[in-house]
């Protein structure tokens, strides 16, 4: 059987304590439960996942670079706090050629004005949020069509 596509998932700092973490704002599915989700979804799709996450910063810019030097269909990424900050990971994802799509559980327009800036937005190819776990199913399913 031919190779699926693949597509990165990439996830930033505190994005492994889902499920415990402000579960007010961030549910309590974990990250764990959207990669089996992602998977599922995935293999429906004909493509495949390759699903990571990262506390550092220059291990979510590396990915990147590997998801395109790979020939990866496309990268969703949650950058989480990196989001409002990383110059870094706004250069990266410029400097590759395959689409990034960024995905938040939460709609941080809705939330504190320090996450109203996006580097990574406006870099990305297109951005997901406000969804919960069911931000992720909607960018994987926006992947497979572009
Ligand atoms: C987040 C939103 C960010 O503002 C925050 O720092 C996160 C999670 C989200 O998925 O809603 O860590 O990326």
Same mark, same amino acid.
């Given at each position: ?30 990250? !764990?439960? %959207?990669? $089996? ?14 699903? #990571?996450? &990262? ?35 706004? !250069?990266? %994802?410029? $400097? ?14 809705? #939330?504190? &004005? ?33």
């Amino acid at each position: 059987m031919a190779d699926r596509p693949v597509i990165f998932v990439l996830n930033g700092p505190n994005l492994n304590l889902l499920g415990t973490r402000e579960p007010d704002v961030y549910g309590t599915t974990t990250l !764990d439960d %959207i990669a $089996g989700m992602l998977e599922d979804r995935a293999l429906e799709l004909g493509l495949e996942i390759d699903m #990571r996450q &990262s506390n550092h910063e220059g291990h979510l810019v590396d990915w990147i670079q590997e998801a395109d030097a790979s020939g990866a269909k496309a990268v969703l990424i949650n950058p989480g706090a990196y989001t409002h900050t990383s110059i870094a990971l706004h !250069d990266a %994802i410029k $400097g590759v050629s395959i689409p990034v799509i960024e995905v938040h559980l939460s709609n941080p327009h809705a #939330r504190e &004005s320090f996450r109203h800036v996006s580097y990574v937005g406006r870099a990305a190819k297109g951005s997901i949020m406000g969804f919960g776990a069911q931000s992720y199913m909607l960018a994987l399913d926006a992947a497979a069509r572009i």
